[in-house]
């Protein structure tokens, strides 16, 4: 098995600032590439940003210079720091990682189960 568990989420207010953190364990022989989506309430889950194992970054138009995603390679986790956070941030945030298992004997997609961010006054 393969899980990958976040954490960090919560309501701050416009402005404000919070920090995800995704830790990845089980059955995994190496790891491409982690990163963060969000799904809003009736929307399409969209991608946020995005780490490879060699440190290159990509991040979505909307927050570029407010997010930041990182990674520690040694312990599988990726976070993603959130500045300047807006109301049009809320959502629900799903950590993914792009990784080979012997649980599918190869490569795939793996979710964590999503944490809530809510940006509110």
């Known amino acids: 098995q393969v899980q990958l568990v976040e954490s960090g989420g919560g309501l701050v207010q416009p402005g404000g600032s919070l920090r995800l953190s995704c830790a990845a364990s089980?059955?995994?022989?190496?790891?491409?590439?982690m990163g963060w989506y969000r799904q809003a309430p009736g929307k399409e889950r969209e991608p946020v940003a995005r780490?490879?194992?060699?440190?290159?970054?990509s991040y979505a138009d909307s927050v570029k210079g407010r997010f930041t995603i990182s990674r520690d390679n040694a312990k599988n986790t990726v976070y993603l720091q959130m500045n300047s956070l807006k109301p049009e941030d809320t959502a629900v945030y799903f950590c993914?990682?792009?990784?080979?298992?012997?649980?599918?004997?190869?490569?795939?997609?793996?979710w964590g189960q999503g944490t809530q961010v809510t940006v509110s006054s």
């Open positions: 993914n990682a792009d990784l080979y298992s012997s649980v599918i004997g190869g490569r795939g997609d793996f």
């Open positions: 780490i490879t194992t060699g440190g290159s970054t």
């Open positions: 089980g059955s995994i022989l190496s790891i491409n590439a």
